[in-house]
């Protein structure tokens, strides 16, 4: 069973950057886009961006130009580099498949403070 772990979270100030890493447990993950998303409690889970296999990112307007979608085939891991943190960007992060997302992850929590 493929499994999924996201990890690189943490707590910064407004402008601070932090690098999410997203592990694959199975070599699956290098023919298949992988995607970023991040969850406000209470709310739906948001696209934020997302990496084919190829390598092509695209990213949601609210992460274009601050955040990198980037992946490392030979590692099976997925990454998010992300700058320029605003309060607004606090949730939890996840990745996964897309399309046909297989079981999430418990996430990595991001906290951006004012």
């Known amino acids: 069973q493929v499994h999924l772990v996201e990890s690189g979270g943490g707590s910064v100030q407004t402008g601070g950057s932090l690098r999410l890493s997203c592990a694959c447990s199975g070599n699956i993950a290098r023919n298949r886009t992988m995607a970023w998303y991040r969850q406000v409690p209470g709310k739906k889970r948001d696209w934020v961006a997302h990496i084919s296999a190829l390598g092509n990112p695209t990213y949601a307007a609210s992460a274009k130009g601050r955040f990198t979608v980037s992946r490392d085939n030979a590692k099976n891991t997925v990454y998010l580099h992300m700058s320029g943190l605003r309060p607004l960007d606090t949730a939890v992060y996840y990745c996964?498949?897309?399309?046909?997302?297989?079981?999430w992850g418990q996430g990595t929590q991001v906290t951006v403070s004012s």
């Open positions: 996964n498949f897309l399309p046909f997302p297989i079981s």
